[in-house]
């Protein structure tokens, strides 16, 4: 015989491990995982160290409009990131502002549950 293999009964009292529980949920929305992972690998293409955007990241969530319960985390976490890459002559802080006006352009004029596009933007995408 190979092996043998043994059922919890569902009946049987469950133990729980708390180092075996998932962690709570890390991120609230999809583009906050997607801010996460860019930096992430922004940094592990060498782009900047991790102490360098750790000393951006801080600067942004010191600001008086930082929220104490942290709700607003990603939000300062993109901003950092933006502000990094500005510093890094990657983006300008001009063309970042009006490419996000242009997609809240876009999703203000897209029907409801039709895919949002720059292309829906009325006034046209930023060159």
Known sequence: MRGKATLTQPEAPQKSNPATQPDPKVFDEPWQ????ALTVTLHESGLFDWPEWA??????????????DGSD???HWLTALEKLL????????????????????????????VAITLDNDPIGRPV
């Open 73 to 75: 985390y990603y939000s």
């Open 86 to 113: 500005a510093s890094k002559g990657v983006v300008d802080v001009p063309s970042v502002a009006a490419l996000a006006k242009s997609w809240q352009r876009a999703a203000h004029a897209t029907p409801h549950g």
């Open 55 to 68: 000393q951006f990241l801080s600067a942004e969530l010191h600001q008086k409009s930082a929220k104490e």
């Open 33 to 36: 995982a997607q801010a996460f």
